[in-house]
């Protein structure tokens, strides 16, 4: 993407930027620059990933021996209900628009900062005591009703802590409504001049369709979540049928925001997946505008397959058809976006670096997932795998494997931009290998328990089923060490790492054009555009 502006003065870390403008405990906690806040939820969103990777590794090493060596049935009931309250609230669903969203946005479309920078704040601190509340449930006993919150257990039977668990899972929505409100108003009125609809990264344009899932379905899981609480304390009997409720009910309200949720996790990931291939790849995206409009019509078609959840809660044969038949619908797009990633591949001159490897995994995971996801988007299989670990490994390798492989692609393709240093490259490959690696160990084996009959969330199981538990469990191990080692080598590269430079991976787009780390209004004059978007060709022939 070319651009016209004076040229910068880069001298990495000598000169003033958005790390070294202002110092200070209180210059970061009082920040609106959006650079700084996402740092802030970098911080934040990694503390609980760990904290939920390790719920799910003692649940693991519980699963070793069937006969319930470890913890009791009501404690690993809790610790699975805390394994997905944090993963898919606290990590999942904030870390890309959190981080990268954030970082990335204002840069790529030639703005400042986001259009409500004091929201962008409130956002994060409103995670923050999001995070505080699900903290306490922890320390008061936990909560045992599953990261689904099914009723009429959740209203009646679970423990006190249900209702601050919901309180901190419906602030955690509100705070994602302020990033997403955000986002949308900065796309729509901040782009630098010449940056048309069809010139922007296609990041931004699956952080777009993603904000506007969020906008929609979130408010949805919110009023659910009041409903909740209201007949937790209240005994309102809108869920309960010893008092007239429909439990039923909950799960349309649930699943119409939670279906949706999976592509709050999967479209931003698509969004970098995008970036990276057509970097690594040295040509420009195949198919350009599909990508953009398959992400678009991913955040609409997703809001009418939630009825897939209920293929056996009784709902009508005729809804069930037409529920199967939007599901796969909603995998069209998805299709599309891997098509045009294996075109963009074809015949480039791929460069194989460690986001490289990280986004060659995110293919790999998420085609998985995606094929998986036909078996319970038809009524005749569903039926049969429903609730067994058939439906635990395919929900991890879409919302798991493949988003967090995205995730720690993005990390170490903009690593440099926001640190200025660069990483161990050796380290960073194997990291990548030997996440992919343990992610197929551990969830592998959970298709086959799966299809042949183990039920999920199960405490005690049948002899039978050990050996391929225990294998699930050492995948977990080696799933876990290759987790820990970015963390480590990441952390040391601050001190360390080489100096990285402005664009120490020759990509083109405007975030490449400031300084690594940028200053803290990100240019000094706004950024014209004046090509398409990806002219890696004119790129090529300029060097």
């Not at 704040?121 to 320390?139: C, H, K, T």
């Not at 988003?403 to 393709?413: E, I, R």
Request: net charge neutral; glycine share 8%; with cysteine.
């Amino acid at each position: 993407m070319a651009v016209t502006s004076p040229p910068l003065d880069l001298k990495g870390h000598d000169q003033e930027n958005y790390l070294n403008w202002a110092y200070g405990v209180k210059s970061w906690l009082l920040t609106t620059d959006h650079k700084r806040i996402a740092i802030l939820y970098l911080i934040s969103v990694t503390f609980f990933f760990f904290l939920g990777s390790l719920a799910a590794f003692v649940l693991r090493i519980d699963l070793m021996t069937p006969q319930a060596d470890l913890m009791t049935s009501d404690n690993y009931n809790r610790s699975f209900t805390i394994h997905g309250v944090i993963m898919v609230f606290l990590f999942l669903i904030p870390a890309i628009p959190g981080v990268f969203g954030n970082f990335l946005l204002p840069i790529m479309i030639g703005a400042k900062d986001l259009a409500f920078p004091k929201i962008n704040l409130g956002s994060w601190y409103v995670y923050i005591i999001s995070g505080m509340f699900i903290i306490a449930v922890v320390l008061w006993g936990g909560v045992d009703t599953g990261w689904t919150f099914y009723t009429p257990y959740s209203t009646t039977y679970a423990n006190s802590a249900v209702v601050l668990t919901v309180v901190g899972v419906f602030l955690v929505g509100f705070s994602s409504i302020m990033t997403a409100l955000n986002f949308i108003v900065t796309i729509h009125k901040m782009r630098a001049p010449g940056l048309t609809w069809f010139r922007l990264p296609l990041f931004i344009w699956a952080m777009y369709a993603t904000s506007i899932i969020i906008m929609l379905g979130t408010p949805v899981l919110s009023a659910t979540l009041i409903l909740v609480g209201l007949e937790r304390i209240l005994g309102m009997g809108i869920f309960n049928p010893a008092l007239g409720g429909d439990p039923v009910l909950f799960q349309h309200l649930f699943w119409f925001y939670s279906h949706p949720a999976v592509y709050i996790m999967v479209l931003p990931a698509m969004g970098v997946a995008s970036e990276l291939i057509t970097c690594f790849s040295r040509k420009r995206v195949f198919g350009y505008k599909f990508i953009a409009m398959s992400s678009m019509a991913i955040a609409l078609i997703g809001f009418l397959v939630w009825g897939h959840h209920m293929f056996v809660s009784g709902q009508s044969v005729y809804a069930g058809i037409v529920f199967s038949l939007l599901t796969f619908a909603v995998a069209i797009p998805s299709a599309i976006k891997v098509f045009n990633w294996t075109a963009t591949l074809y015949k480039g001159t791929i460069h194989l670096q460690t986001p490289m490897f990280y986004v060659l995994g995110f293919i790999g995971l998420f085609t998985i997932g995606g094929l998986t996801g036909l078996f319970l988007g038809a009524l005749a299989t569903d039926v049969h795998v429903h609730d067994t670990y058939f439906v635990v490994a395919h929900f991890h390798y879409v919302m798991v494997g493949a988003t967090v492989m995205a995730y720690l692609g993005a990390l170490h393709f903009w690593w440099p931009k926001m640190t200025g240093r660069m990483y161990p490259e050796a380290l960073g490959i194997l990291s990548a290998v030997i996440i992919f690696i343990g992610f197929n160990l551990t969830f592998m084996p959970q298709f086959i328990m799966g299809y042949v009959g183990m039920p999920r969330r199960y405490h005690v199981y049948p002899d039978e089923f050990q050996a391929l538990h225990v294998a699930s469990t050492l995948g977990s191990t080696v799933l876990g060490i290759g987790y820990i080692l970015p963390l480590c080598y990441l952390i040391w590269s601050l001190r360390f790492g080489k100096e990285a430079g402005p664009n120490p991976w020759g990509a083109v787009g405007l975030e490449w054009t400031t300084s690594s780390p940028p200053i803290h209004t990100n240019f000094e004059v706004t950024p014209v555009v004046t090509t398409e978007a990806y002219d890696y060709e004119n790129l090529e022939e300029e060097v």
